[in-house]
């Protein structure tokens, strides 16, 4: 019997695959697509299993497309990171495929209603605030907190986005 | 009772669950696995991703797995069968001793969260690709076995 090749682990098989199944360019999208803190071009090429300089050209057009920004990190180094106007676009799409508006509409009202109950709870006015001020409060009710606010956000840009897709282009001449 | 909240403080997932995250690993696994069909607890403000097998590993009939990510890139991945057996691996803040870092692994049957119990997890890869494709190949070994043995080794011993 020959030495197990490395592809039995399991680690190096799922990469093995994915770099298989992919080019370099879609493993920079898939790994930018959830970095929602900077990272340098060596962290995102190890990620995404290819070198730093295919990485930074990729990260180029990413960047350009709106896909990606690029930060300032001294010197002439730059990290990147997923843009939150691409972020909530995409999320906000994908809302607008998932449930319709009269959906969204209702959902916007009930979660508003969470997060005033969550303050009167808390007596603080952000999850942040009240992991400060309070004490032994249960780190799971503040985790949700944070999850609806942010979602709450994201449904008011789908509506916002439906909205405005309705009207931009061929409003009705009178 | 201070001591204790301030360790289960310790032990939470740092951040929102991010719903994005969990539409990219019910995508992933899909892909890969003909017996799962993913869908998140609530479509606009869910808090975990339920992942439905059509099978269970051994005499289970069947099986789920439920799924949270943070936008902090902590997770848990606990498995559950129609049998009650339950295992978890998971990625955030934690004292086991056996966890060298943040990802360790919670075995079967009830998913143990006794330190003597907890193991370091076999899943090495960051990121929501290339963990959800190790899940699918760590739960589809174990359903092939028909066993939980091998269910977080990274390699298969001769």
């Not at chain 2, 799962?36 to 069947?62: C, F, R």
Request: net charge negative.
């Amino acid at each position: 019997m020959p030495d197990s090749p490395p592809e039995d682990d399991v680690n190096e098989t799922v990469a093995a695959e994915w770099e298989a199944d992919t080019t370099p360019f879609e493993r920079v999208r898939t790994v930018m697509k959830r970095a929602y803190s900077p990272l340098s071009a060596p962290e995102i090429a190890e990620r995404a299993e290819t070198t730093p300089t295919t990485a930074r050209k990729h990260l180029r057009t990413l960047a350009e497309n709106g896909f990606v920004d690029e930060v300032p990190a001294g010197g002439d180094t730059t990290r990147y990171k997923r843009s939150n106007e691409s972020l909530v676009l995409e999320q906000a799409h994908d809302l607008l495929e998932e449930t319709d508006r009269d959906t969204l509409t209702s959902r916007i009202a009930a979660m508003r209603g969470e997060i005033r109950d969550y303050r009167n709870e808390f007596d603080a006015d952000s999850p942040e605030d009240a992991a400060v001020h309070a004490e032994n409060i249960d780190p799971e009710a503040l985790r949700e907190w944070q999850t609806t606010r942010r979602n709450l956000n994201i449904a008011k840009a789908a509506l916002a986005l439906g909205e405005a897709e309705d009207t931009v282009q061929m409003t009705e001449a009178l | 009772m201070e001591e204790n909240a301030s360790r289960e403080a310790s032990h939470s997932l740092r951040g929102p669950t991010d719903r994005g995250a969990l539409c990219d690993f019910r995508d992933v696994f899909e892909e890969m696995e003909p017996l799962a069909d993913g869908t998140l607890d609530d479509i606009i403000d869910p808090s975990e991703l339920n992942i439905q097998l059509d099978d269970g590993i051994g005499a289970a009939e069947s099986a789920r797995l439920d799924i949270d990510w943070t936008t902090h890139n902590d997770y848990n991945i606990h498995y559950t069968d129609a049998d009650g057996r339950d295992l978890r691996w998971d990625l955030h803040p934690n004292d086991f001793p056996a966890a060298s870092d943040e990802r360790h692994f919670h075995p079967p049957p009830n998913a143990s969260s006794d330190s003597e119990d907890v193991e370091e997890s076999c899943i090495e890869r960051r990121g929501i690709e290339l963990v959800a494709r190790a899940t699918q190949k760590l739960w589809r070994k174990a359903y092939r076995d028909e066993s939980f043995t091998g269910i977080n080794r990274a390699v298969d011993p001769p």
